[in-house]
Every structure is written in structure tokens, then in C-alpha cells.
């Protein structure tokens, strides 16, 4: 229920930063203003008594998000790609979040796998080990098929998650109503739908099925990307609670210096997982969602080996064309295409001054150009960001935030491994050759056959329409308009045919 009883639990909250000592460590590593350092302590400290007292072997942050719940574990595994914005001490404490949190007894996990499995463990698995890796939503154990001796990852949904996350999830519904109601300048920023948007992911993390189904739809469209592992899901053996999957052997993406020692290319790895996000982003229109170093490995032949299918993103092919856009206007300095881009999209207010906009993301974009990942801080382009959106009464967009998110993440998973990338260099040539074949002749004929089809299964209708509006017309004894009506249909789909065949020739002789 989001009712006021939520208040506690967000007191709470601040409680349990205050109690765990992650309030000073948090505004240390963002760099808080001192007015906002003193409004933060006197808040919380008369209530931290009321606060969770966590593990007090962990560190401060980690103490904290692990001690309030699976949704504030969430919210660190984001912070825990960023060492630009939070510090390189925060984020490496926060990586623990990832795959390293504790454990659940091995028994409930077998009992969960009996349940949703409806058998007995060992007619399904001939070894079934302890815990492997453990995050916010489930662990997974390394077993061996009984039927045919593969080794296989069994992914397991922690005792009572969903109803863990239900609370966490109706405090943070009360607490954006809160912040609605005493801030209206926030609500363009719509924080109840960003919690209703992030709600909707979270529940698709809890049904192991549809990650299941998501791991399949997702080496499917991944298959002929060079260097890049999906494991195979094994469906008959995974259920509501239950997944499992192909073991995929390798190095975990965050033992940075692990790899290095191996003899792989950290350089090369930073490019070629930002390159293949934004490969399967922009072709595909399909992209896993939580790119973390939790859920990526490096095998022993260099290839990048992705799991944990439980967010995955989805943009359509109009937002897709949007994205390249915005993004080849700033690779290419094109400030004002970029402004154009935000307009015609509907980003930014139609009543706003285009030549202002394109002024501001200047000041954004010209101090990235030249300079390397240690030269920029992230934290302050952020803020400035923020201001600009603000400043032009730019809307959050529900439907893009899981691929900001995602960018966001991804870019600090490749400077994590190769810390001096310049992240608009690498995007380049994926972003040319999206805009190569997606925008210009090809695509114009694409697009043109595509609705000429759609109009084609209309077919059958066009004659009782013609003859239907000819009657109305002898009736009315006017003469018969074309441009209204039942009519315009037949007018429009004759000038969608004469177009498509003009934009064949014209493709065919260019």
C-alpha cells in the first residue's frame, strides 16, 4: 500500500545511512555543497537510532544499501560502473553488490529448484554445488546435467524477494507523490512514472521465465556479432523461480588487473563493449539492460561473455533513428542538427528558442572533444545537463530511460577497463554506419514498401469504399472529392504506389 506508513520507511532510510556512516561517505563522494551537508545531517542524525545497523564487517555504503533492501541494491549496482561520478573508493566497494552479496542456505535453493522443477534434484542434476555468486534478486549454483553431463549455471530467486521488493517499491511511489506535491517545478521530470517504469522492470526480473525467454531472443539477434557470447538457455529445466543456463567459463569483467595478467587487451575490451551496445541498440532495437561487470566475463579467447537477462531494453525504429541522430550531430559537432533533432522529436517544447538550445549543448559537448575520461568530470557535465533540461522544460522520457540508463552504465564498464577512452571516437563508426543504411535513399524506399504493404492489406476493401463513396456523392449530387473521405483512402494508397515505384528508380540508379 503507498499510503503515509511509508513515511517510516523513509525515515528509516536516512536513518540507516546516517547509523551506517554512508550519509558523510555519500556527500563526500559526490562533493556536496555544505548547505546540503548540514540539512543532511540534521535530518537524519536525531533518527539514527531508528536506522538498520547492517553488516559492520562490510564498508559504510555497502553496509547501508544491503541493510535497506533489493531495490537500494539496484540503485548501487548503477553507481558501482561510475567511479567518474561517485570515486574510484565508492565505486569499488559498491562492485561488491554485483555477483558478491551473501548467500541464501543451499537447502532453500534446492527446495525452490524441487518445487518449480517438480522433481526430486538429483533426477534433474548429478552435483548441484554451493553458491557461486549471489546479488539482490537471486544466486546461482554451478551444477552438471543428469541426462547429458553438461555443466550448467542454475539461477535461483532469493526466499520472499517479491514481497521485499513491494515495500521498497511503494516507499519510493510515496516518496516521488511527496516530492510531486512540494515541488511542482519537478513534476516534467514525472518521478511517479520513472518509479511506475522502473516498478514494471523489477517484475520482469522476478519471473524467470521471461529471462529465460529474453536469453533466447537475445542470441538469436546477437549471433553474428563477432566476439560476443550468449549462453544457451535450457528451457525444460527453468520455471517461474528456476533458470537455467549454459556455464560460461571466464575471467569476471570487474578483475580488471586478472584480465590484464591473462594477456588480453583491456583497450580493446573497453571499445568493443561500448561498440556492441550501441550495435544491438541502434540495429537491433534490442539491448540488455544491465551491462554491469557483475554479468559480463572475458573467456579464455578474449570474447565478451554476457548473462543475467532480467532487464532487457527495447527502442523502436523512429527512436532508434532519434538516438543516431542526436548522437552523430555531437561526434560531429553539429550542435544545431542535434537542437533541430530534439525538436522535431518533440524533446523539447515547440515555444522554446532553437538557437539558445543549440548554444547550450555546445557548452555540453565542447569541453568532451580533446580531452580523455581523467580529464572530464562526469559529475559536473551531469549537473549541467540537468540544468539545461531544466532551463528548456524538457520532460523525462519514460520509453528512453532504460537506455540512458544503460549508456550510462556501459560507459562506465569500458573506462573501468581502459580508463583514457574517448567514448564519442569509439561510437563513431557504429553510429556512420547506422545512419548509412537506415537514413538516406535505402531507408526512404524501406519505409515506403513497408507502407505500402500495411495499406495493401486494405485492398480487398477499396472497391465497396469507392462504390459506397460514389453513391454518397449521386446522393448529395455533388461531385466526388478526393481528398475527403472514404475516397482519400483510394487517392492515397494510388501516390503511396507512383512514390514507391519513383523511389525504386531513383535507389536503383543511385
Not at 517438480?118 to 546461482?140: K, M, R
Amino acid at each position: 500500500m503507498r499510503g503515509p506508513h511509508n513515511v517510516w520507511r523513509l525515515i528509516r532510510t536516512g536513518a540507516t545511512l546516517e547509523r551506517t556512516g554512508a550519509m558523510s561517505f555519500a556527500l563526500d563522494a559526490f562533493d556536496a555543497p555544505p548547505s546540503l551537508r548540514v540539512v543532511a545531517r540534521v535530518v537524519a542524525w536525531p533518527f539514527q537510532w531508528l536506522g538498520h545497523k547492517g553488516d559492520p564487517d562490510m564498508p559504510p555504503a555497502v553496509r547501508a544499501l544491503t541493510a535497506l533492501g533489493p531495490a537500494y541494491i539496484k540503485f548501487g549496482q548503477v553507481l558501482s560502473t561510475r567511479p567518474d561520478v561517485v570515486g574510484d573508493e565508492l565505486a569499488l566497494q559498491l562492485r561488491v553488490l554485483q555477483d558478491k552479496l551473501p548467500a541464501f542456505p543451499t537447502e532453500q535453493a534446492i527446495a525452490t529448484v524441487e518445487e518449480e522443477l517438480g522433481a526430486q534434484l538429483d533426477t534433474i542434476y548429478s552435483e548441484f554445488s554451493e553458491p557461486v555468486a549471489a546479488a539482490s534478486i537471486a544466486q546461482v549454483h554451478k551444477a552438471r546435467l543428469n541426462e547429458t553431463g553438461e555443466e550448467v549455471a542454475v539461477k535461483v530467486l532469493r526466499p520472499g524477494i517479491e514481497k521485499a521488493f513491494r515495500k521498497d517499491i511503494d516507499a519510493f511511489y510515496f516518496a516521488a507523490s511527496v516530492i510531486e506535491f512540494l515541488s511542482p517545478a519537478s513534476r516534467r521530470l514525472h518521478p511517479s512514472a520513472v518509479i511506475e517504469h522502473f516498478d514494471g522492470v523489477v517484475q520482469g526480473e522476478l519471473d524467470l521465465r521471461l529471462e529465460a525467454a529474453a536469453a533466447g531472443e537475445y542470441a538469436a539477434k546477437t549471433e553474428g556479432d563477432a566476439g560476443f557470447v550468449v549462453p544457451k538457455t535450457h528451457f525444460f529445466n527453468s520455471a517461474k523461480r528456476v533458470m537455467t543456463m549454459e556455464w560460461a567459463e571466464g575471467i569476471p569483467f570487474g578483475d580488471v588487473e586478472v584480465i590484464a595478467t591473462a594477456g588480453h587487451d583491456r583497450q580493446a575490451l573497453g571499445e568493443r563493449v561500448l561498440q556492441l551496445f550501441l550495435r544491438q541498440a541502434l540495429n537491433d532495437g534490442y539491448f540488455h539492460a544491465d551491462m554491469h561487470q557483475g554479468n559480463l566475463k572475458v573467456s579464455a579467447d578474449g570474447d565478451i561473455i554476457a548473462y543475467d537477462f532480467g532487464i532487457m531494453g527495447r527502442i523502436d525504429e523512429y527512436t532508434r533513428r532519434v538516438y543516431a541522430e542526436i548522437l552523430i550531430g555531437f561526434i560531429r559537432k553539429d550542435y544545431r542538427r542535434v537542437a533541430e533533432v530534439h525538436f522535431e522529436a518533440g524533446y523539447v517544447p515547440a515555444d522554446r528558442d532553437i538557437d539558445e538550445f543549440a548554444q547550450a549543448l555546445r557548452a555540453v559537448g565542447e569541453p568532451i572533444f580533446g580531452m580523455n575520461a581523467t580529464q572530464i568530470s562526469m559529475a559536473h557535465l551531469l549537473a549541467y545537463l540537468f540544468e539545461v533540461t531544466e532551463r528548456f522544460g524538457m520532460e523525462t522520457r519514460t520509453e528512453l530511460i532504460l537506455l540512458q540508463r544503460t549508456m550510462v552504465v556501459v560507459e562506465g564498464v569500458a573506462r573501468t577497463m581502459h580508463p583514457e577512452i574517448n567514448i564519442w571516437q569509439v561510437a563513431q563508426p557504429v553510429v556512420e554506419d547506422y545512419i548509412k543504411q537506415n537514413i538516406g535513399p535505402k531507408a526512404l524506399l524501406r519505409d515506403l514498401i513497408a507502407t505500402a504493404q500495411v495499406l495493401g492489406r486494405f485492398g480487398p476493401k477499396l472497391p465497396h469504399l469507392m462504390e459506397a463513396a460514389l453513391l454518397q456523392s449521386e446522393q448529395n449530387s455533388k461531385p466526388v472529392d478526393v481528398s475527403k473521405g472514404s475516397t482519400g483512402a483510394f487517392a492515397f494508397l494510388a501516390g503511396v504506389a507512383v512514390a514507391v515505384g519513383a523511389a525504386a528508380t531513383w535507389a536503383l540508379l543511385s
